[in-house]
Every structure is written in C-alpha cells, then in structure tokens.
C-alpha cells in the first residue's frame, strides 16, 4: 500500500515564457491582484537575498525527515523550485548548505521549506540560489520516511500544487496557479506602471493624489475639526 508513500516522477510544467513573465515582479503587487490572500505563513522567512521564480516541484516529509527530499534531488529538473512539506516543524532541519548546493548545480532554482534548515549563514551566502524556511537549528534530519513526492502539499498555510508558478522576494513566497498566471502578469505589470507614475509625482513635484482617502473618511462620518 502506497499511500503516505510515494513518488510521482513527472508533471506538465508550465512553458517558461509564462514563468519568465513574473521576473523581478514585487511578491506584493502580485498579492495585490490576488486578494491580497496568496501569500504564505510570514514565518517563512528568505535565507538570503534575490528573486526566487520557478515551477513548483513538491515534497512531503515526516517531521525532521528528509529522506524523500534526498529523491528529489534527483527527480527535479532545471527551473523547478523544490517545494517542502515538513508539516511546520521547526525543531529538526530537513537539509543544509551541502544539499543545497548539490540542487544549485542541477538547476534548481531554490528551495522553500515549511519546517527548518541548518548552515544558515553558508545558505544565505549563496548567489543565485533563495531559500526560504521557518527556522534554522543545528539539529540534523532522520533520513527513514515515508513522504511523498509531487503531490498537493501546504505550505505556510497555502495548497501548492506540482506545476505551480512560485515567486520569492525580501518580503515573502507566493503560489499563482498556472491557470491564472496570464491574468495575473497583466495586472500586477499594470500596477507596477501605475505605481511608477505615482513614484515620479512624490519625487518631482511632492504630491500623491488620493481622492478616496477624503471619500472614505467621508462615508465613515469622521468629524475633522
């Protein structure tokens, strides 16, 4: 019986066009067009600096155990991000500067990790390769499983999906299903150019034009005297 057990070698990846579309794009003007809702668990923290944009290659482990990620290592392709499952414990790490570094040279684009990690300061030192985890302790992991590979998993609280397009900054880790991507692309670049227009107005004349604040503060009756 395979259930808790088991591996899925492959999935339809998204084309890379659409994945490239969420260069250097904020992770929180694309929150912005997602309900302000999409983003995981704040306690995911980036270890390191630099955008993390790849397709979600996703892992379940037991608390502390990384035996199924030492698997995907192997399985993930370039441009995946590893996605993992360490059900939010953060008292084990599930890998370190080592593992990361053989992902690097792979061509996996980053790591994020709902649990723990270890070689803190090696991680963050890395170029070219973000990682994202809730904690870090010296603890080394188990290496027993079970776990699962390319399943539906949570992360900080969000369903990440195998395929699913995943975007990393200074502030946080976004999912944005590949169904939706386009429409999400075009809105969140169309916030970036209306942002830069009220950027250019606050630093050449000083002003930064809010009719609905006076509106708002109107409909809630607010006395201003």
Known sequence: MSVGCKIRKDFERPAKELVARFKDMPVANIDDNMGRIAAVDKA????????????????????????????????????????IDAGGFDDRAIFGELMATYCKTRGIK?????????????????????????????????????????????????????????????????????????????????VEKKEADIMKHILEDGTYIRPWVDEKLKEIGCEIV
Request: aromatic share 4%; proline share 8%; net charge negative.
């Open 110 to 190: 980053g790591i994020v990790c709902d649990g723990a990690i270890r070689d803190r300061g090696g991680l963050a030192a890395m170029e070219d390769f973000p990682v994202y985890a809730r904690s870090a302790t010296p603890n080394g992991p188990y290496k027993n499983g079970p776990g699962e590979i390319n399943v539906p998993v949570v992360i900080g609280g969000k369903v990440v999906n195998p395929g699913d397009i995943i975007v990393g900054d200074d502030d946080g880790v976004i999912i944005i299903s590949p169904a939706i991507a386009e429409e999400i692309a075009d809105a969140t670049l169309a």
């Open 44 to 83: 995911i923290e980036p270890i390191g600096k630099g955008q993390l944009l790849g397709t979600a290659f996703t892992v379940r482990v037991p608390q502390g155990d990384n035996l199924m990620f030492h698997a995907a290592m192997d399985l993930a392709k370039p441009g995946d991000v590893i996605v």
